[in-house]
T-cell receptor, first 113, second 110 residues
Framework: ETGVTQTPRHLVMGMTNKKSLKCEQH?????MYWYKQSAKKPLELMFV???????ENNSVPSRFSPECPNSSHLFLHLHTLQPEDSALYLC????????????FGQGTRLTVV | SQQGEEDPQALSIQEGENATMNCSYK?????LQWYRQNSGRGLVHLIL?????REKHSGRLRVTLDTSKKSSSLLITASRAADTASYFC??????????FGKGTTLSVSS
């Protein structure tokens, strides 16, 4: 256990569905991240939150909508996804953005049908 | 892009042998980190080396950093079957999120 918990671990959704991924950390970290990992591609940084404020949005389509209600919780709201959005979505946290180690959750394996 | 590029993409060795993976990056960095990922799971931090450091050790791991060549290497000595995983380097500039490379897939057979 890394101290970062992601739910659900697996999710199958249709292209017209709306679902949310949840990430929770109680490590006292101030920075939280969403990464996307597709087969045979490097991890892609999607969003960065620092002290609950979004500081980076890496040209992510609007069908992905992040929410950070407090420094311990991070959500990724999904709607009208495409099959190519199927991937492993990883949440991470760190004490500060980039200058310390990141702790990753186990990921949510998303399949869009 | 400051994205790291690992080399080789895949590496197969026997138990007891050493495994060396390399990482190259493009821009100046604040630090470079190595992570390990077992199949389909989250990444686990292995070691962090700052831009003013040249070498770091942690157990059977040895990391070097050459900022003039913008490269780093990860050496795993006396490898074990349990070391089978994907290994990623990640770089960051001050205050920015980690950017990861494509990774090296290491397979250690007994």
């Amino acid at each position: 256990e890394t101290g970062v918990t992601q739910t659900p671990r697996h999710l199958v959704m249709g292209m017209t569905n709306k679902k949310s991924l949840k990430c929770e950390q109680h490590l006292g970290h101030n920075a939280m991240y969403w990464y996307k990992q597709s087969a045979k591609k490097p991890l892609e940084l999607m969003f960065v939150y620092n002290f609950k404020e979004q500081t980076e949005n890496n040209s992510v389509p609007s069908r992905f909508s992040p929410e950070c209600p407090n420094s311990s919780h991070l959500f990724l709201h999904l709607h009208t996804l495409q099959p190519e959005d199927s991937a492993l979505y990883l949440c991470a946290s760190s004490a500060g953005a980039g200058n310390t180690e990141a702790f990753f959750g186990q990921g949510t394996r998303l399949t869009v049908v | 892009s400051q994205q790291g590029e690992e080399d080789p993409q895949a590496l197969s060795i026997q138990e007891g042998e050493n495994a060396t993976m390399n990482c190259s990056y493009k821009t100046s960095i604040n630090n470079l980190q190595w992570y390990r990922q077992n199949s389909g799971r989250g990444l686990v931090h292995l070691i962090l080396i700052r831009s003013n450091e040249r070498e770091k050790h942690s157990g059977r791991l040895r990391v070097t950093l050459d900022t003039s060549k913008k490269s780093s290497s990860l050496l795993i000595t006396a490898s074990r079957a349990a070391d089978t995983a994907s290994y990623f380097c990640a770089t960051s500039q001050a205050g920015t999120a980690l950017i990861f490379g494509k990774g090296t897939t290491l397979s250690v057979s007994s």
